[in-house]
């Protein structure tokens, strides 16, 4: 069964260093996005790109952060300068097309920033 | 804005008893979509079962059924015959029709005791 794949599954870095997390969507899908989850807490949504641009972003998702499709099969999200609170899973997801169409998820990177 | 409440923190069963699990949410939509996904400690998320909201027969696979009660706006999770495969956090999320993105609950946490 196709799956969302994910690179690193768990990163450590220091304050204030560039993170990039990589993602392989589903081959067919059209539709990405990125999710954050918190220890303990709830999964959060962070930004939404199709068509090669971000179609919706939360309030989470602020300067530091950004999204990229560098190829036709990877999705990055960059994290410029990492902060304490950054730290968290991050998950990566995909649609195929039609609104409503299930959200498939990766296994996630776990980030932890020291 | 939409938000989903899940009011059990916590629950046990026994394997092979049945369980059930409660989601609220709060909309102004008339069509959204619902589901369930799982988290196990390995931290996936998976799908578990999604309803669309304008179908009024209820989501049934395999041993995951729910109660969709529209008017109630209610949507809860029964798992029936527990396997001590089902450990996990089980989290309900929301997404809009015409929307882009999935809203979750704080998920409930569910121990099948052997």
């Known amino acids: 069964e196709p799956e969302v794949t994910q690179t690193p599954s768990h990163q450590v870095t220091q304050m204030g260093q560039e993170v990039i997390l990589r993602c392989v969507p589903i081959?067919?899908?059209?539709?990405f996005y990125w999710y954050r989850q918190i220890l303990g807490q709830k999964v959060e949504f962070l930004v939404s790109?199709?068509?090669?641009?971000?179609?919706?972003k939360s309030e989470i998702f602020d300067d530091q952060f950004s999204v990229e499709r560098p190829d036709g099969s990877n999705f990055t999200l960059k994290i410029r300068s990492t902060k304490l609170e950054d730290s968290a899973m991050y998950f990566c997801?995909?649609?195929?097309?039609?609104?409503?169409?299930?959200?498939?998820f990766g296994e996630g990177s776990w980030l932890t920033v020291v | 804005a939409q938000t989903v409440t899940q009011s059990q923190p916590e629950m046990s069963v026994q394997e092979a008893e049945t369980v059930t699990l409660s989601c609220t949410y709060d909309t102004s939509e008339s069509n959204y979509y619902l589901f369930w996904y799982k988290q196990p400690p390995s931290r996936q998320m998976i799908l578990v079962i999604r309803?669309?909201?304008?179908?009024?027969q209820n989501a049934t696979e395999n041993r995951f059924s729910v109660n969709f009660q529209k008017a109630a706006k209610s949507f809860s999770l029964k798992i029936s015959d527990s396997q001590l495969g089902d450990t996990a956090m089980y989290f309900c999320a929301f997404m809009e029709s015409s929307g882009d993105k999935l809203t979750f609950g704080t998920g409930t946490r569910l121990a099948v005791r052997p």
């Open positions: 997801a995909s649609r195929q097309g039609m609104s409503g169409n299930t959200i498939y």
């Open positions: 081959s067919n899908h059209l539709y």
């Open positions: 309803q669309e909201a304008y179908k009024q």
């Open positions: 790109f199709y068509n090669n641009e971000i179609s919706e």
